[in-house]
């Protein structure tokens, strides 16, 4: 049984290190090399997959989120192929539920950890990493509502990596400034966000240090 559960460990660690690898890439790099509808498509691939790997990465094999991340795909792409309001929306609820739950999960495998291992590091980063993904949803969403719900950059246009952008600075509480929520539910989503990465920070750092901790004193006993 326990080189079983080594090998899960190996397992869930390597799904986690490629996911963390390609929420590198849709964050911070795929809207330097490329821009248009290059772009938009570029996305939808690395979300995609982002979706599968968030599945292995959570129970490392076929389950109740394989269903789930089969449908959001499906919405998502045809959402992408027929440019329809009302499928772009319901994409982005189930994509929010979908990563929130997934947040949830893992969130529960490192409270349950007992010391600080490589695979609950590389969790507690790619769970800010989804929360930021989710944040840009949320704006998208608002959005999609009405197109004056933010004030816009320089060219007129919020683009796929604006609500990205705009995400992680509301999630980390940067705030340039350049983009600003004027509707009542983008300021409600832009405050719950900012308060959910601060909250999350806070927390998962103390957890993450009690269990440093508490392996070194369990490791001198």
Known sequence: MGKIAVNNEK?????N???????IVYIFFLAIFFHGETLSYLYGVVLSIIFILTVFSIKGKGNFYTYFVVVTILILWLAQFYD???LGQISGVITILFFISAIVNLIKRISRSAKVT??????????FFL???IGSVLFKFVYNIDPA?????????????????????TLTTLGYGDISPVHPLARSFA??????????????????VGKYIGGLENNEE
Do not use: C, H, W
């Open 84 to 86: 329809r309001k009302i």
């Open 17 to 23: 290190l490629i996911l963390f690898s390609l929420n």
């Open 118 to 127: 490589p695979l609950v590091f590389i969790e507690a980063i790619n769970i």
């Open 11 to 15: 397992k869930k660690l390597v799904f």
């Open 149 to 169: 719900s933010f004030t816009r950059p320089v060219d007129g246009n919020m683009a796929a990596f604006d609500f990205i952008y705009y995400s992680f600075v």
């Open 131 to 133: 929360l930021g993904i």
């Open 191 to 208: 405050i719950m966000l900012s308060v959910t990465g601060q909250l999350y920070l806070t927390m998962i750092i103390a957890m993450l």
